[in-house]
């Protein structure tokens, strides 16, 4: 274990640690620990906030009081990191808080384009600057210069399934070569077109097959997929009846 006296020769204070990429703090003296994470270790925060990043996310050139928190790297995931996550969110529940914003707006057509310019981290505000531009096949009434919303919320699905999975997986010291998900849904156009309003306009089931490469066997590799479908935002909100709210404002 590493001291904050034997790094800085101080006193512990509160510090702040990253919470997905973002600083948070800490009570005095917290040792940052979890017997779930395979490499994880267990270090008292230094009094002086050395370049917190840089004392999170050391390499090999920092320096001895830097060196004290290396990360490690697990198919791209810094579980060390990981662990102060979990660990920082046990310590303070309200850091859990993490709210997304999105502003469609309509250019022609069927083309919008949605900007995403934050979202809220435990009470805190970070900026963002992604825009993403959806339209429709001709064939649906577009001009296919882009993605159609269905096309993305499989995207959505997929990415958000497949990073759960890899955290976890990464977690457990398995080393991933490869993740490939394909999701097929079949629509009926006619609930769309209000042809026959018994059809349903949207899914009545989705399919996807989880391909996967890797060092860990396949009962590691089934206990990640479920996992990754049990504790993924995406798949819980497309698999639940979820309660969704709006208003109409005239400009």
Request: some cysteine; overall charge neutral; aromatic content about 8%.
């Amino acid at each position: 274990m590493v001291s904050a006296q034997a790094l800085n020769g101080g006193d512990e204070l509160p510090l702040q640690i990253p919470l997905f990429g973002r600083f948070i703090s800490l009570a005095r003296g917290l040792p940052l620990t979890s017997p779930n994470i395979i490499g994880a270790d267990s270090f008292f925060v230094p009094r002086k906030p050395i370049t917190l990043r840089r004392y999170i996310m050391a390499g090999k050139s920092a320096p001895i009081a830097e060196k004290a928190r290396v990360s490690e790297l697990r198919n791209g995931v810094d579980t060390h990191a990981l662990v102060d996550t979990i660990e920082a969110i046990k310590a303070d529940p309200k850091k859990a808080s993490c709210t997304f914003f999105a502003t469609t707006s309509w250019k022609k057509g069927t083309v919008s384009d949605t900007k995403i310019t934050h979202y809220d981290l435990g009470g805190e505000v970070i900026p963002q600057d992604f825009t993403m531009t959806v339209d429709e096949p001709m064939e649906l009434l577009g001009a296919d210069t882009a993605p159609n919303p269905q096309m993305l919320l499989f995207t959505a699905l997929n990415t958000c399934v497949l990073n759960t999975f890899i955290v976890n997986a990464s977690a457990k010291g398995i080393r991933v070569e490869s993740v490939e998900i394909e999701t097929r849904g079949e629509l009926d156009l006619r609930g769309f077109l209000a042809i026959d309003k018994m059809v349903n306009p949207g899914y009545n089931e989705l399919n996807f097959v989880f391909r996967i490469k890797g060092d860990g066997t396949q009962e590691q590799f089934r206990e990640c997929l479920e996992a990754g479908t049990r504790y993924s935002p995406n798949f819980q909100t497309i698999t639940r009846a979820v309660k969704v709210n709006y208003d109409l404002e005239i400009k």
